[in-house]
């Protein structure tokens, strides 16, 4: 056992823990965020991804443990005041989650993808960015120009801010 | 159609939950006291189970119980069934091999569960499972259906003589013979149909609840039918009368077939908990999904096509063995039969089709229906038959089509189905104009020059959906009716709920069925509540399945707006002094035509709860209930084109583009519907390109992680090009057909007509992976070694 303390969503949340308790196990079950999902155990769906320190992490292949001290963001925290992160609200707008099931992690990897792509997105380095999420559901044709149109807006956001 | 109406991209109202972590699946839900299962599994294809010892693993910590078959049996838990009865040829039933939730004797396929841990945490159950010893006599095992039919061959059930479960037909034999014995020209060919795993992204997960003091169950899980779920473990597995078992499927994360059956793990969970006196949780993991999530498809087909002289069809011949694994999971049996060579005629006036179906166990996971169910199995069949009968008759392979469409409706093919309503010519003209086909010997020089071998591949499909008439699918076996019901209630303040035995697991119910709402009052989506997936709130209901929830689900809430109409335009009447037929409804509000006096929906909503001033001899309230029952099945359809470049260096299959033509009828929201045909198409070209559930021949599972089990990513597939025609489905009030289906239908031959084009040898199979098209283009390269 061990007692980690790690800031969820800007809120510091302390637990013992076992040792072997994964990030999302922590989030879930400790933290009582159920947004995050395990969709595989083998860090291939992506179903799980939250940002730690700032950076799109599968949270099934992490410890908490590992993450004492760090600052997780989960799907529950991307909203800010009611107001949705412009990939959210895109998701909603283009269609692009049918069942939901991969859409928290789908939506962290979108944000990370767009952060660590400040100039903008094409749908080719969409596609090839999306290679750790899985969708059995949309096809991922919504997905993908939802993910454009949000980066698109975000660009536009920090054009407008400068 | 009004903002909201029948034909609107109505943003979903489902998502925001989704989009902010707030859905609630069955693993999200917790119960006081809950403990968690963890199952033993069979790591053997076939073996005799000699011992159990649970000894160990009982003293483990945290754990509450660890429970056998034996225990199971002797509480009087029942055996899971096969829900639809196939005679064979000779008048024989099917031969149903015992299945047990929890096998005390003899496993037949690896991950088959043998005894389950209940224990304080889910960490503590799996320690446990693995300390639970099973002596295991190794037996010899089959995994191919060809190979099971042998003289030899291990036996799985004492029941099923040569593993063979039925030897079915249908279609006129001798007039099929006939017509090849005139043909001009036959095409053969043998077709395999690769096994896949339907692969929802949420795994399956239980939670059971028994409460003692009322001797009440309550389980969570993820179902697309929870009625026929509860119908099912009350009826046949004696878990508790109907009236003291409730099953939820709250949001539930994709089912594509796989979540219609009642699995052995579902139905432990129910008795642990009243055996534990615990609420008891169980999730599987991804290769517990893999090993015993009913799989798709799996046939193995020898087809043969007579044309006479004018290159008309004039005959079919199919003989097709299909895999149902080591159980027959509950509507396993009408897989390959009723919804497959009901499906042989294709969009073709075909005079003669036979159809010969043998199903066989082996020892691999049970086969069931996986989107399209039968239908892309038919679809794949007929589609490479006509693409390689037109190449080999030297004709285009659209013209080809053209020339045997059919054309007058309703249409009575040689097995079964009569298609209500159609227009093939459309589709394929509309997709050939979408897909440049006149553009392609352009692009395929241009390719060439690039040193890439371009090729384009057609699929004119047709399903059968809805599944349909109640007494028709009695007939043919089924063990349940397949109508659906609805109720809609009108609160006092006019807001509206809708019940409906329909089940949304990704397909936007509250959305689509809401628009019907906002349609006939004119009242805001807003105001409507979709309720679906609990059996204690909504009456009965079949779920979803077979692309049904449009046409016969909506059918019911259709009815029962019918019915509240009426009796709002009565009441209406009556307050309004003006006569019953001159009362329409506009806008949110009911009006008497051509006067200037109305009432505001909710007041009449209001009136009917108020009782004070009602019709005389009218009950109060605004509130009715439907059941429809279709008098056909659907019969969407349409046309698909691939487009492909391969390169002949390494034999990757590049798709540069995709058109889909589909007639869906009736469409209420084109926006699913397309995300809907996204997923289908991807699902198919995964089948295509990518998928198979590979066996070595012990019967281990080579493919049972996403390490190993290709799932279609992003960058493997492109953006789609879409279009739909439109001629009415006339069985149902709206015209709809359904459209869940058609993408996983209708593209698997669309691809791979598509390769054989482009490396012009038909010699591939499913998935035609880089590997597999490089050595067809060598094989194709070598002269014969018999000339």
């Not at chain 2, 609630?24 to 010892?53: E, L, N, Q, W």
């Not at chain 2, 999730?283 to 009913?294: G, P």
Request: proline share 5%.
């Amino acid at each position: 056992m061990a007692t980690v303390t790690i800031t969820v969503n800007g809120k510091k949340r302390s637990a013992a823990i076992e040792d072997r308790t994964l990030l999302v196990q922590f989030l879930r079950e400790t933290a009582g965020l159920t947004g995050t999902h395990v969709g595989c155990d083998t860090s291939q769906c992506g179903a799980c991804v939250v940002h730690v320190d700032g950076k799109a992490v599968k949270s099934c292949t992490m410890l908490a443990a590992q993450a004492d001290g760090a600052q997780v963001t989960t799907i529950e925290g991307l909203a800010q005041d009611g107001a949705l992160h412009p990939v959210q609200a895109a998701f909603r707008e283009h269609h692009g989650l049918q069942c939901g099931f991969c859409t928290p992690g789908m939506i962290m990897a979108a944000v990370d993808m767009i952060n660590r792509y400040p100039a903008g997105l094409d749908e080719e380095t969409i596609r090839k960015e999306l290679d750790g999420n899985i969708c059995r559901c949309t096809g991922y044709h919504n997905i993908v120009k939802a993910i454009k149109a949000a980066s698109d807006t975000m660009r536009g956001m920090a054009q407008a801010a400068e | 159609m009004g903002a909201e109406g029948i034909g609107a991209r109505v943003l979903r109202k489902e998502d925001r939950r989704f989009i902010t972590g707030k859905g609630r699946y069955t693993d999200d839900m917790t119960a006081p006291g809950m403990g968690f299962a963890a199952f033993v599994r069979s790591p053997h294809a076939h073996a005799a189970i000699k011992s159990i010892d649970t000894s160990a693993a009982a003293d483990m910590p945290g754990v509450t119980a660890v429970l056998t078959g034996d225990q199971l049996v002797g509480d009087g838990v029942g055996n899971l069934i096969c829900g639809w009865m196939i005679h064979s040829k000779d008048g024989t039933p099917m031969k149903m091999g015992a299945w047990r939730a929890l096998e005390a004797e003899r496993v037949r396929h690896v991950g088959q569960a043998v005894a389950v841990v209940v224990a304080d945490t889910a960490a503590q159950a799996r320690d446990a499972a693995e300390a639970v010893m099973v002596d295991y006599e190794e037996l010899p095992a089959v995994v191919d259906a060809i190979d099971a039919m042998k003289e030899g061959a291990p036996q799985l059930h004492p029941e099923a003589e040569g593993n063979l479960i039925y030897d079915w037909e249908i279609g006129d034999e001798t007039a099929t013979n006939e017509a090849f014995a005139r043909a001009k020209h036959v095409t053969r060919m043998e077709i395999f149909n690769n096994r896949l795993v339907p692969n929802a992204m949420e795994p399956r997960a239980a939670l059971a609840a028994y409460d003692e003091a009322e001797e009440h169950y309550t389980l969570w899980t993820t179902s697309q039918n929870p009625h026929v779920a509860r119908l099912v473990l009350s009826a046949f597995y004696n878990i508790a009368p109907e009236h003291k078992l409730r099953v939820i499927a709250p949001d539930v994360g994709g089912g594509f077939g796989s979540k219609i059956y009642i699995y052995p793990e579902e139905m432990v969970c129910l008795w642990a908990s009243k055996r534990t006196g615990r609420p008891v949780k169980w999730v599987a993991d991804r290769t517990e999904a893999f090993l015993t999530d009913a799989h798709g498809r799996d046939h193995h087909t020898e087809a043969e096509m007579a044309l006479d002289e004018h290159n008309k069809i004039i005959g079919l011949r199919v003989k097709t063995v299909a895999n149902l694994g080591a159980y027959m999971s509950l509507f396993s049996s009408s897989v390959p039969t009723y919804l497959y060579a009901t499906l042989l005629s294709g969009q073709y006036d075909i005079p003669a089709i036979h159809c010969n179906v043998k199903t066989v166990y082996t020892n691999t996971t049970p086969v069931d229906a996986y989107r399209g169910a039968g239908r892309p199995e038919a679809t794949y069949v007929v589609e490479r038959m006509m693409e390689t009968a037109a190449r080999e008759v030297g004709m285009d392979p659209a013209e080809f089509r053209r020339k045997n469409f059919i054309r007058s409706f309703p249409h009575q093919t040689p097995v079964i189905m009569c298609y209500d309503a159609g227009d093939y010519e459309a589709s394929l003209d509309a997709a050939m104009k979408a897909a440049d086909y006149a553009g392609f010997g352009t692009r395929k020089a241009e390719a060439a020059k690039r040193g890439k071998l371009r090729g384009i591949g057609f699929s004119s499909y047709i399903e059968a959906c809805g599944i349909a008439p109640s007494q028709a699918v009695g007939s043919l076996g089924a063990g349940v009716g397949l109508w659906e019901s609805a109720e809609v209630r009108v609160n006092p303040v006019g807001t509206i709920e809708v019940l409906t035995g329909s089940h949304s697991h990704g397909q936007g119910h509250e959305t689509t069925f809401a628009q019907l709402i906002a349609d006939r009052f004119g009242v805001p989506t807003d105001s409507v509540s979709i309720v679906h997936g609990d059996t204690d709130k909504v009456q009965f209901g079949m779920g979803t399945y077979g692309s049904r929830s449009g046409a016969v689900g909506m059918s019911a809430v259709v009815k029962a707006l019918d019915k509240v109409e009426a009796k709002a335009k009565k009441i209406a009447a009556h307050l309004m002094e003006a006569a019953e037929g001159d009362i329409v409804i506009e806008g949110g509000e009911l009006k008497v035509a051509g006067t200037d006096k109305s009432l505001p929906f909710f007041q009449v909503a209001l009136a009917a709860y108020t009782a004070h001033n009602l019709p005389a001899g009218m009950e109060p309230g605004l509130k009715e209930g439907a059941f429809y029952d279709p008098t056909n099945f659907t019969f969407p359809a349409g046309t698909y084109v691939c487009e492909v470049e391969i390169d002949p260096d390494t034999g990757r299959t590049e798709i540069v583009n995709f058109v889909a033509a589909d007639d869906f009828g009736k469409i209420i929201n084109p926006m699913i519907v397309e995300g809907q045909v996204h997923g289908g198409l991807t699902q198919g070209i995964g089948q295509a390109l990518l998928e198979n559930a590979s066996y070595d021949e012990s019967g281990q599972l080579l493919t049972a992680s996403y390490m190993d089990y290709c799932m279609p990513r992003a960058d493997d597939v492109p953006s789609y090009k879409l279009t739909t025609t439109e001629t009415l489905c006339p069985g149902n009030p709206l015209g709809m057909k359904g459209c869940g289906e058609a993408g996983a239908i209708g593209s698997p031959p669309a691809v791979i007509n598509a390769i054989t084009n482009a490396i012009g040898t038909n010699e591939i199979d499913m998935p035609a992976t880089p590997e597999k098209v490089w050595r067809a283009i060598q094989a194709a390269k070598m002269p014969a070694a018999a000339e």
